[in-house]
């Protein structure tokens, strides 16, 4: 029978590289600390908080330096007798209006079994039901609102939590908001009075370079992999992918972790740079077939034609002989076709999901038109492609002509 057994021989601490980990220290955002400590000093001096809006591109250290700076916090304040803080840290990712974050946190604040339904109350009884809540903790209160851009339209909560204390609803507790959103229409879209309140102030996290996700990544290495564990250049080479497509430390620490376990599996004792080659096509196989899910047959067919022309070595290339190609493969599968405008906006579909890139080529009097072609790499798209369309003979010819043609 067999038998498990610990391996260990790469990772002496891999959950170091995972999303619940929190770090000791924060590498590389020594402005944005000073800032968001300026932003959060009058608690330290007994004023009422401010609110403040963070917002930057997924994985760039906004909730970590949240997390971190809030512990010290409550660390600090606890030289001062007339300063007592609380702290509640919502995601708002699954609740998508005021009422839905206003009752979670209500039950965040309430003991188990006392909890109220998640329907069936005017909107203002919990408001009230939350108020009373907060009055009943008293002191000063920051209420951590992470990914609140899923609150959507229905923003009520944002203008009046911050106004709760002037409309006479809050006496004991001062209330200031912390929202976290990587989502930039959010801000742009918001009520100008939410805006006012909420972005009273403001902070946004930029994209971390190489240098900086090199940095960040040596110090985690340090507690998540063995000495040696890494042969020299990997951490560079996981920190350089990072920053060309995304600049998250996230992308970068998925992929380090993803090696560890490539290189795990093979049993060997180091990570080299052929397993963050290996890791870094998975995962771009993982986003595509993410992607790929999403979108309708013909918008699967949409990227086969592309992926075809690509095999041809004739991208980029343009909507109308994408549309050709498009046209012959749907004979071949017995689908009907879809007009060309349709099959456009499957274009524009898959661009914003980052599995197409498109440039506006200028060419006078006929007017503007863009050129296509893949932004993942050729392999991880047509792997991707083999699960989830049933064209196993179109597939086959187009990775033959792909062989023909050097792509891949
Ligand atoms: N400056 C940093 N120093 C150390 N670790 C960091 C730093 N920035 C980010 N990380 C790590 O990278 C991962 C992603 O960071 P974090 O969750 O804070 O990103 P985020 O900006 O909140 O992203 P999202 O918008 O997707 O929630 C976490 O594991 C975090 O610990």
């Given at each position: 029978m067999p038998r498990f057994e610990r391996k260990r021989r790469i990772f002496k601490n891999k959950d170091a590289l995972g999303e619940s980990y929190q770090p000791d220290s924060i590498e590389e955002r020594d402005e944005e600390i000073d800032a968001y400590m300026d932003a959060l000093q009058p608690i330290v001096d007994g004023w009422e908080p401010n609110n403040i809006f963070i917002y930057g591109n997924t994985g760039v250290g906004k909730t970590a330096v949240t997390e971190y700076l809030l512990d010290v916090l409550q660390d600090d304040v606890?030289?001062?007798?007339?300063v007592s803080l609380s702290v509640i840290s919502v995601n708002c990712k699954t609740l998508n209006s005021s009422y839905q974050v206003a009752v979670e946190l209500v039950n965040t604040l309430r003991?188990?079994?006392?909890e109220i339904s998640s329907t069936g109350y005017p909107q203002q009884t919990v408001f009230k039901k939350l108020y009373e809540e907060l009055e009943a903790v008293g002191g000063t209160i920051l209420i951590v609102l992470d990914e609140?851009?899923?609150?959507?339209?229905?923003?009520e909560l944002l203008y009046e939590l911050p106004r709760a204390r002037s409309n006479g609803y809050l006496d004991e507790a001062k209330v200031g908001l912390i929202g976290i959103s990587n989502d930039f229409k959010f801000r742009e879209q918001l009520d100008p009075r939410v805006k006012d309140t909420l972005c009273e102030r403001e902070l946004q996290f930029p994209p971390y370079d190489a240098t900086e996700l090199k940095n960040i990544l040596e110090s985690r290495a340090e507690v998540a992999?063995?000495?040696?564990?890494c042969e020299s250049g990997v951490v560079s080479l996981c920190a350089a992918v990072a920053a060309r497509d995304s600049g998250s430390a996230r992308q970068a620490l998925d992929l380090l972790r993803l090696a560890g376990e490539l290189a795990e599996t093979r049993d060997a004792d180091t990570i080299t740079e052929a397993e963050v080659d290996d890791a870094r096509s998975k995962l771009e196989q993982e986003r595509v077939e993410e992607g790929m899910r999403e979108l309708t047959a013909h918008g699967r067919l949409a990227l086969l034609t592309v992926i075809s022309k690509a095999a041809k070595d004739?991208?980029?290339?343009r909507a109308s002989d994408i549309y050709q190609e498009y046209t012959r493969l749907c004979e071949s599968s017995g689908m009907d076709t879809l007009a060309q405008r349709s099959v456009h906006n499957h274009l524009s579909d898959l661009r914003m999901l980052g599995i197409l890139s498109a440039e506006e080529n200028r060419s006078g009097s006929r007017g503007n038109y863009y050129s296509y072609e893949l932004d993942v790499p050729f392999t991880s798209a047509i792997d991707a492609m083999d699960d989830v369309l049933r064209l196993d003979r179109e597939i086959e010819t187009i990775r033959e002509i792909a062989v023909m043609n050097n792509v891949g």
């Open positions: 606890e030289a001062y007798d007339d003991p188990t079994g006392a609140v851009d899923s609150i959507g339209e229905k923003d992999v063995v000495d040696e564990g004739e991208t980029p290339c």
